[in-house]
């Protein structure tokens, strides 16, 4: 009897511990939910550190600070080059003008000269009375005064009826008075037609004649 009890409970404490063996054992690696621990040593990738970030950006802003310091100087220095174009055009321009107006104002004030100078001689010239003669060694104003009277009766635009081509105060040839005109550095006056100068012009160019050929051109006298 107790030995059917035996054969019959070995068997059932055999399959107890194998029971408990296998519900204490820990579960297997494929099926277990938690972390695998495995390669525990490995080595794992490390993520680029921030600093590198963080300079990438400072290089790209201190290039573009760079190109706008650049651009800036060189649109500074093309502006100081118009500038400086511009004032020197601006001054040239300037520069003719003063010398075109110093031109004429030399111009002037030879043209005024002469017309002081016909002046006083047609002031200090004296008509010569009917008859009377003046001399060479008479006073250039008197002397002329005399020729005035009597080539022209003292008329300014009078032309030579004989057909001469003399004209003028002072019955003036056209070839002795381009020569007389530019001899005495009146080159506006070569060409003009004596009777059509002004009483001035003619009365400094008869000066002119006198003055170096005295009396002959009219004669040698008055």
């Avoid at 054969?7 to 194998?18: D, K, N, R, S, T």
């Avoid at 010239?125 to 060694?137: C, E, I, L, M, W």
């Avoid at 040839?173 to 550095?185: C, E, K």
Wanted: glycine letters at 8%; hydrophobic letters at 40%; aromatic letters at 6%.
């Amino acid at each position: 009897m107790h030995k059917r009890l035996l054969l019959i409970a070995a068997p059932l404490v055999v399959v107890a511990i194998a029971t408990s063996v296998a519900v204490a054992a820990p579960p297997d690696a494929e099926n277990s939910r938690g972390p695998r621990l495995d390669k525990l040593h490995a080595e794992r990738p490390t993520a680029a550190p921030d600093s590198i970030a963080t300079d990438s950006v400072a290089v790209a802003e201190f290039e573009k600070s760079a190109k706008d310091i650049q651009d800036f100087v060189f649109a500074t220095e093309v502006d100081a080059y118009l500038r400086s174009l511009a004032t020197q055009i601006v001054g040239e321009y300037i520069a003719s003008l003063q010398a075109a107006e110093a031109a004429r104002a030399a111009e002037a004030a030879r043209a005024a000269e002469a017309a002081r100078a016909a002046q006083a001689a047609r002031a200090q010239a004296t008509p010569t009375p009917q008859g009377g003669s003046v001399s060479s060694d008479s006073y250039p104003g008197d002397f002329l005064a005399c020729v005035r009277q009597r080539e022209s009766g003292g008329n300014y635009s009078v032309y030579n009826s004989g057909g001469s081509g003399a004209a003028g105060a002072y019955q003036f040839l056209p070839g002795t008075w381009d020569s007389t005109a530019a001899s005495s550095g009146r080159s506006d006056l070569v060409g003009v037609d004596p009777a059509q100068a002004s009483p001035a012009d003619q009365d400094v160019m008869a000066q002119a004649l006198y003055a170096q050929q005295g009396t002959a051109p009219w004669g040698g006298g008055c």
